[in-house]
């Protein structure tokens, strides 16, 4: 019998006898998975490159949206198994592998379960053999778009429409930039149309759809319509405060912006600032950093900032050098003389644990510029304080090869242990987390940041915990998909409500403040003769700033696909929350006296506008439909 090995990492064996259904390597995207009857779901692991860096976990979720199973993968897991229970169910379980993956999954299940597959878009979701198949269906009328990525893998789709043969051809070529790709038309009908996927080329491969649903099954039978129900959200909030809300803030440029950008950096309302401090242009001019290092501290109120030393043309790595010892003399120099307003954290060297070839080496810059910071007490009089080690990643390596003895966790141990009196903060960023539903995996890494450095009497980090660079890609890895639509809007706010939510982060800030040509990975976006506008990401900060209060409060949340976070301040109280589904979720709030005083609730969906909705609250119990994909603040005061 023929077999089908979608081993683009949906590899299908079938046999004479009935066997299970197999995907083979996916490496990012949701497969869902609706049984008729009682079923097992098998995955398999194998390294692909630096698992042995890495943690990751797959989630399994109900046709309810919530979490049915969750697999914790530990970086010594490079091979592995996880088997979950499946029910008859009229609505699809979600199995989500998150990308970007360092392993290879491997999916079984039984042939009679209904299963398509949703690749990610643009980047790569699976590896794959040549000549593999999978299918897809238009419904009438639909102006589908068939679209693909060269990865250096498979280099070229071909669609063949199954009622009359008529076939698609799409090269896949090769582009400067990563976020560019090819796409094709498809014909428009009057009928619903199968279409033959055929994968031409072996490796890396991204394909995917527009204008239609983003699924696909390893045969036509499988093509079935998507059923989500709605969900359920429990909230209970209780009366007491776990700490402060991080600052927010953006990484703003190395010049003096031009006041027509004022409006927009106004509506962003950043609370921090992060910044890059080049040597060898301060070496040579030691006040160019003055006039707009004072312009972000005394026209937008930027009273906390790090600053990382590097050199001009993005030159990560410092030498312990005249040139490097000089420029940081001047950026010292730049920092007294602003006043000493607020704090400012110094990090020698952008990203140590990705860009020096071992710790020994870093090591030994950090020392000698942590003695030339102390030897003049008049650094800490001005809010000077060193922070530790800027890492790429902290908890999972960078990508580099060794990364196993990179991780930055790892060389932030080392430096507390052997030069703790010189540390005041731990930094680091963090990149390519992509998944929505992965996102609170930055809940677990200031976690395990505080776990690191410790708390105090009060509960406090023994250092200042700073998260002073985030975005979902790294470098300009980036998709249009990701960046410039209401998609950046909810992963953001996901982002700040996961790394907000236990109070212990006093710095949270996006990478970076304005798109530039080959990083467009901006809030804002440059138009042309210094016009600027806010892009969806900077609308929802936007909306986030205008509900953000100072202190967090415990709260209970039963639900996997809505963020919340519960604020006070003074006498106000506000729920910030996201719907990072596209199902309706019906949440309910406990711990509050009804009527609500001063109480209102407002939407922001992907028109980016805030507007009014409607809530109940009777008996101690608030409640409200959310829609899908859409951020929520419910707000009030307290008695």
């Known amino acids: 019998m023929k077999r089908l090995v979608l081993l683009f990492s949906l590899g299908l064996a079938l046999s004479a006898q009935a066997a299970p259904m197999r995907w083979a390597d996916i490496r990012d995207g949701s497969l869902y998975l609706q049984p008729d009857r009682p079923d097992t779901l098998t995955i398999r692991w194998a390294p692909a490159w630096q698992a042995d860096a890495n943690e990751e976990r797959l989630y399994l979720l109900d046709g309810q949206g919530k979490l049915q199973g969750e697999r914790l993968i530990a970086a010594s897991e490079s091979r592995g198994s996880q088997s979950w229970p499946l029910t008859p169910s009229a609505s699809s379980y979600q199995l989500e592998i998150p990308g970007y993956s360092f392993r290879r999954y491997r999916v079984e299940h039984d042939?009679?379960?209904?299963?398509?597959?949703?690749?990610?878009?643009?980047?790569?979701?699976?590896?794959?053999?040549?000549?593999?198949?999978?299918?897809?269906?238009?419904?009438?009328g639909e102006r589908a778009v068939l679209a693909g990525k060269f990865h250096g893998g498979v280099?070229?789709?071909q669609a063949q429409r199954?009622?009359?043969?008529?076939?698609?051809?799409?090269?896949?070529?090769?582009?400067?930039?990563?976020?560019?790709?090819d796409k094709v038309e498809l014909p428009v009908a009057t009928e619903a149309q199968v279409w033959r996927l055929r994968l031409q080329g072996s490796g890396k491969v991204a394909f995917w759809l527009d204008g239609t649903a983003n699924l696909f099954a390893q045969n036509p039978q499988q093509l079935k319509p998507l059923r989500?129900?709605?969900?359920?959200?429990?909230?209970?909030?209780?009366?007491?405060?776990?700490?402060?809300?991080?600052?927010?803030?953006?990484?703003?440029?190395?010049?003096?912006?031009?006041?027509?950008?004022?409006?927009?950096?106004?509506?962003?309302?950043?609370?921090?600032?992060?910044?890059?401090?080049?040597?060898?242009?301060?070496?040579?001019?030691?006040?160019?950093?003055?006039?707009?290092?004072?312009?972000?501290?005394?026209?937008?109120?930027?009273?906390?900032?790090?600053?990382?030393?590097?050199?001009?043309?993005?030159?990560?790595?410092?030498?312990?050098?005249?040139?490097?010892?000089?420029?940081?003399?001047?950026?010292?120099?730049?920092t007294r003389a602003l006043g000493g307003k607020g704090t400012h954290y110094i990090g020698f060297a952008d990203e140590p644990n990705l860009?020096?070839?071992?710790?020994?080496?870093?090591?030994?810059?950090f020392n000698s510029m942590a003695r030339q910071v102390r030897s003049n007490p008049a650094n800490a009089k001005a809010g000077v304080r060193i922070a530790m080690p800027a890492s790429s990643r902290l908890v999972n390596g960078p990508f580099a090869d060794n990364a196993a003895d990179k991780r930055g966790i790892d060389w932030a141990k080392r430096l507390l242990a052997e030069s703790g009196?010189?540390?005041?903060?731990?930094a680091w960023h963090e990149w390519m987390i992509r998944d929505l539903l992965a996102t609170r995996v930055y809940r677990d890494s200031v976690r395990r940041a505080?776990?690191?450095?410790?708390?105090?009497?009060?509960?406090?980090?023994?250092?200042?915990?700073?998260?002073?660079q985030t975005n979902m890609s790294s470098g300009s890895s980036l998709s249009p998909y990701d960046q410039e639509t209401h998609f950046a809007s909810l992963w953001w706010t996901s982002v700040v409500i996961n790394s907000s939510q236990d109070g212990?982060?006093?710095?949270?800030?996006?990478?970076?403040?304005?798109?530039?040509?080959?990083?467009?990975?901006?809030?804002?976006?440059?138009?042309?003769?210094?016009?600027?506008?806010?892009?969806?990401?900077?609308?929802?900060?936007?909306?986030?700033?205008?509900?953000?209060?100072?202190?967090?409060?415990?709260?209970?949340?039963?639900?996997?696909?809505?963020?919340?976070?519960?604020?006070?301040?003074?006498?106000?109280?506000?729920?910030?929350?996201?719907?990072?589904?596209?199902?309706?979720?019906?949440?309910?709030?406990?711990?509050?006296?009804?009527?609500?005083?001063?109480?209102s609730l407002s939407y922001f969906g992907a028109d980016n506008r805030a507007r009014d909705a409607p809530f109940n609250c009777q008996d101690g119990r608030v409640s409200f439909e959310l829609p899908g994909r859409t951020l929520f603040n419910l707000s009030w005061s307290a008695s």
């Not at 505080?450 to 002073?468: E, I, T």
Request: proline content about 5%; charged content about 25%; hydrophobic content about 40%.
């Open 111 to 140: 042939e009679h379960t209904v299963a398509l597959f949703a690749p990610a878009k643009v980047h790569f979701s699976a590896e794959t053999h040549n000549g593999d198949e999978l299918y897809f269906k238009v419904a009438p």
């Open 155 to 157: 280099s070229a789709l």
């Open 162 to 181: 199954v009622g009359d043969g008529k076939q698609v051809a799409l090269t896949l070529k090769p582009y400067r930039g990563y976020w560019q790709f």
């Open 228 to 334: 989500e129900d709605d969900g359920q959200v429990r909230l209970t909030l209780h009366n007491k405060m776990l700490g402060p809300t991080p600052n927010l803030g953006i990484a703003l440029p190395y010049v003096k912006v031009p006041e027509s950008s004022y409006a927009v950096l106004d509506a962003l309302k950043p609370q921090a600032g992060t910044y890059y401090s080049f040597v060898d242009i301060t070496a040579k001019n030691p006040h160019y950093e003055d006039e707009f290092r004072r312009l972000y501290q005394d026209r937008f109120g930027i009273t906390q900032d790090i600053t990382l030393l590097a050199g001009s043309q993005r030159q990560a790595d410092l030498r312990a050098d005249t040139l490097s010892n000089a420029g940081l003399d001047a950026w010292l120099a730049s």
């Open 355 to 365: 860009n020096y070839p071992d710790y020994a080496n870093y090591q030994s810059i």
């Open 421 to 426: 009196d010189n540390i005041d903060a731990l």
């Open 450 to 468: 505080a776990d690191l450095v410790g708390l105090d009497a009060q509960g406090r980090p023994r250092k200042a915990l700073l998260l002073d």
């Open 504 to 599: 212990l982060l006093e710095m949270l800030s996006w990478f970076q403040a304005a798109d530039e040509p080959n990083y467009p990975k901006g809030m804002l976006r440059v138009l042309g003769d210094d016009r600027f506008e806010l892009k969806p990401v900077g609308l929802a900060q936007q909306f986030i700033r205008q509900h953000w209060l100072h202190d967090v409060m415990l709260l209970d949340n039963d639900a996997f696909e809505v963020d919340v976070l519960a604020m006070a301040e003074d006498k106000k109280r506000n729920l910030l929350g996201v719907n990072k589904a596209t199902r309706l979720q019906r949440v309910a709030l406990t711990g509050v006296q009804c009527p609500l005083a001063n109480g």
